[in-house]
């Protein structure tokens, strides 16, 4: 049974061909993406369920800094971003990382979704059971909740 669920940021929460331009206070230009259609609505319903959820992404320390300055991790338990920790997917020592913040939750109990295959095997390793994320993911993890 699914009690936890892990999402890579760019690729499944949010679509990245998708966005518009803004200049964070460091001058340079960066892409803004919102959540896919349904994603919070998913996450919410998700949460009501009682499964937590939570953030896994390689992001530049720049849209680290812009997504928790701008609320983007908010609507989650948690979020693990490589800049903030050290690591880097497909490190298997960032799943591991991950699968800890859960509470009272084991790795077979935690579903992670990616958009990248190479992403999905060390959490697969871990135990976590994964998903490789489609332009239907909305619809998709709406079967495990």
Do not use: W
Request: charged content about 20%; hydrophobic content about 40%; aromatic content about 6%.
């Amino acid at each position: 049974m699914i009690k936890g669920l892990l999402m890579d940021y760019g690729g499944v929460v949010v679509d990245l061909n998708a966005g518009h331009e803004q200049a964070p206070s460091s001058g340079c230009t960066m892409r803004h993406v919102d959540p896919r259609p349904g994603m919070i609505g998913l996450v919410n319903r998700a949460r009501k369920r009682g499964l937590q959820v939570g953030i896994l992404s390689n992001v530049s320390s720049e849209r680290a800094a812009m997504g928790r300055a701008g609320g983007d991790y908010q609507p989650y338990d948690f979020a693990v971003l490589s800049p903030e920790v050290g690591l880097r997917k497909p490190d298997p020592q960032i799943y591991e990382l991950a699968a800890n913040k859960f509470t009272g939750i084991s790795p077979h109990e935690i579903l992670y979704v990616d958009d990248l295959a190479r992403n999905l095997t060390p959490a697969r390793r871990l135990g976590m059971v994964t998903l490789l994320a489609t332009d239907d993911i909305v619809s998709d993890l709406e079967t495990y909740l």
